[in-house]
């Protein structure tokens, strides 16, 4: 009976190893603390901030709007969740509302109960950031009819759920022209986070600007399955690399950090998202396509002046909503007559991006 | 009476624990710069500060109730398993495709059976495991939370993926299921009363009945066990399966009750805070009702002081980490007899 025998010879250890255990948790428990004090202590201002109560404690006298921003990841990515937060610091400064930020784990249950929370507390606007919340806006926008729910990227709306659209791809479509015209193996890489259709629509859109300069142009489209996971991004690059790949563009957020160190390693280059990237890897970043958070905020002060009706919203290089910025001096005068020809196409609406879809 | 001064001495060493924790909390905030007391209360209030915050803290409580009486019976056989995780996915997982396919109201009883079934399967392979080979449940349990994370990780990205195709989760299971919610808008559902009746089922069963008995001996004193007859493998599979059932109850009863579908972070480690839950309740079944509720209220909590002072995500994890921990160093003999 081996099961009997270890558990015997376990307690025993246990009795007379009880103290030194007690005693070892005990050093741990300090250590941690240590460790505690030292990384936030540089942070940390000398005054302890005040924080704010709860405001459905205190009802305020003079009605700010309030807007939530819910994020489905650190707001410190440089890319997706930064440009919502950077929307969210105009929507306060600009706007004069009061704005709050949670960031939500990647699980249907808590991005409802996040939307549920805010809205309990009397939101006027809550903006769910990623078509993965559009389900849990529309449940529950049900049940809170005089909340607002904006969606970005999502696909669907009611009367009070606005889904606002960056179309990026527009922007992507432009890098793709570019990557196609300075690709010397005749290869492109495309790196996505999760496989969903915003950041597939984003990607395929690159892959048919690219098709548009050199038909022969192939972009492999890869997704990581994660918008964290910057092993997986750098492993991922490296093999499009290895097939041929002298250019990529990624949009997986807080995981292109390893996009970028793996294009760094092997001496190629690569466009960012969102957000000017450039300065992550400044040798190597081409340009990047932008969303314009004043874009998202526009939305929202639309939403509280009530000119805003529940739809789907799209927002492009027309509306000077998505934009591209390029590193100087790259690319030859031919090219830029180009790339402006193709913007103004894009505007006009005569070039469909999105032609080829996932 | 001595069983009072006993139960006296294990709710106040557990209290002690949740107050030690707090305060380790309350000076993590305050060198991060807020101040500890408001925030405490910021996350007191965001936990039972209203209907709508009670709702959530027992919705969150109940997975880990079920969960916690899992843990509590197998450590109280001996059997240190920290399964409950891949126990309860897998449990989950049974509920959804079961859900997918019995379609009306009376099936819930089916689907919620189904899981138990499932999650004590899986547990059973950790049994037979080390009845058979001698291999430690506690790799072996832990090992088989990866198996089903990815297991259920690749089912939803591609055999059971939604219809749509447009994100890795399952359809939603056919309403008819849905265990019924009170006082929406919350969503507080008739699971609740699923954990409170399996954690007295789970009272009932170890300390009023002979197989119970048996469980506690051997878990006691595996030599006592021995002289008095017990079968220690059987004894040991039976307590690993009840286990197992009560985290797939888990499983079946988050589906049904509040997440409708599956999806790889269905669970934000349930199983593993369990493991907490039933340590801080002393290894009591019915002990492990209010440590759930305060867990509960710590996840709550945290996600509210995130919401009201803008405390970020990873400094109310800290907070969380710290209860554990304090758990462990007060309850540190309990621990050490598991």
Not at chain 1, 61 to 78: E, T
Not at chain 1, 83 to 110: H, M, T, W
Not at chain 1, 291 to 317: C, M, Y
Not at chain 2, 50 to 74: E, H, W, Y
Request: hydrophobic share 50%; proline share 4%.
């Amino acid at each position: 009976m081996s099961a009997g025998n270890t558990t015997v010879s376990g307690t025993t250890a246990f009795v007379v190893g009880r103290p030194a255990r007690q005693l070892w948790l005990r050093a741990a428990l300090s250590i941690l603390w240590l460790i505690g004090v030292a990384a936030c202590g540089g942070k940390a201002p000398d005054t302890p901030t005040m924080p704010q109560p709860a405001s459905a404690s205190t009802p305020q006298a003079d009605k700010k709007p309030r807007v939530a921003l819910l994020s489905p990841g650190p707001i410190s990515d440089d890319g997706w969740n930064a440009f919502g937060y950077d929307a969210l610091k105009i929507i306060e400064k600009e706007l004069g509302c009061e704005v709050r930020q949670q960031q939500v784990n990647d699980s249907p249950a808590d991005r409802e109960q996040a939307f549920r929370a805010f809205a309990q507390e009397g939101f006027d606007i809550i903006i769910g950031h990623g078509g993965e919340f559009t389900d849990q806006a529309l449940t529950v926008a049900r049940d809170f009819p005089h909340t607002t729910f904006v969606v970005t990227a999502g696909d669907k709306a009611a009367p009070n759920v606005v889904s606002v659209v960056f179309d990026t791809g527009e922007a992507s479509y432009l890098a793709g022209a570019i990557a196609a015209t300075l690709s010397k193996t005749g290869r492109a890489g495309a790196i996505g986070g999760q496989n969903i259709p915003a950041s597939a629509r984003n990607l395929y859109a690159f892959r048919n600007g690219a098709r548009a300069i050199n038909p022969k142009m192939e972009v492999a489209i890869a997704f990581i399955g994660s918008w964290t996971d910057t092993a997986a991004a750098r492993q991922q690059a490296l093999a499009l690399i290895e097939q041929g790949a002298d250019i990529l563009i990624h949009d997986c957020d807080a995981a292109a950090a390893g996009v970028f160190q793996a294009v760094k390693e092997r001496n190629v280059q690569a466009f960012g998202m969102q957000k000017d990237q450039s300065h992550l890897a400044p040798d190597h970043i081409i340009g990047s396509p932008t969303s314009n958070p004043r874009g998202l905020a526009e939305v929202v002060r639309r939403i509280l002046q009530r000119e805003q009706k529940g739809e789907v919203v799209h927002l492009g290089l027309k509306d000077n909503a998505v934009g591209f910025t390029l590193k100087k001096g790259i690319i030859s005068k031919e090219l830029e007559g180009k790339l402006n020809a193709l913007t103004l196409a894009i505007q006009k609406g005569e070039i469909d991006v999105f032609k080829e879809q996932p | 009476m001595a069983w009072v001064a006993e139960s006296g001495r294990a709710i106040v060493s557990s209290v002690a624990a949740v107050i030690l924790a707090l305060s380790a909390g309350a000076i993590v905030l305050w060198v991060a710069g807020y101040a500890p007391l408001p925030a405490l209360w910021v996350m007191a209030q965001a936990a039972f500060g209203s209907q709508f915050a009670l709702a959530d803290t027992l919705i969150k409580a109940t997975p880990l109730a079920l969960c916690g009486v899992g843990v509590t019976l197998a450590f109280r056989s001996g059997q240190f398993n920290i399964g409950a995780e891949g126990q309860m996915l897998m449990g989950a997982l049974a509920a959804v495709i079961l859900g997918r396919l019995l379609v009306t109201g009376w099936a819930v009883v089916f689907v919620l059976l189904g899981a138990a079934i499932i999650g004590s399967l899986w547990a059973w392979l950790a049994a037979w495991l080390k009845t058979a080979r001698g291999v430690s449940e506690v790799i072996s349990t832990l090992m088989l939370n990866f198996i089903a994370f990815w297991l259920v990780s690749w089912l939803v990205h591609g055999p059971l993926q939604e219809g749509a195709k447009s994100y890795p989760q399952t359809d939603l299971v056919a309403e008819a299921l849905w265990l019924g919610r009170w006082l929406p808008p919350t969503r507080l559902h008739t699971g609740v009363f699923v954990a409170v009746g399996a954690a007295v089922v789970g009272y009932v069963w170890l300390f009023m009945t002979p197989i119970g008995l048996r469980v506690r001996v051997l878990g006691e004193s595996p030599q006592a066990a021995w002289t008095a007859g017990i079968d220690p493998v059987r004894t040991t599979w039976l307590a690993l399966a009840v286990s197992g059932a009560c985290a797939g109850l888990a499983g079946g009863v988050e589906v049904l009750g509040v997440s409708r579908r599956l999806y790889e972070q269905f669970s934000p480690g349930y199983g593993y805070m369990a493991v907490a839950v039933a340590l801080l309740a002393r290894r009591h079944p019915l002990g492990v009702l209010p440590a759930a509720v305060c867990f509960g209220a710590l996840e709550v909590g945290a996600a509210g002081l995130q919401r009201a002072v803008g405390v970020s995500a990873g400094l109310a994890s800290i907070v969380e980490a710290f209860v554990v921990l304090a758990v462990v160093v007060v309850g540190g003999r309990e621990a050490d007899a598991v």
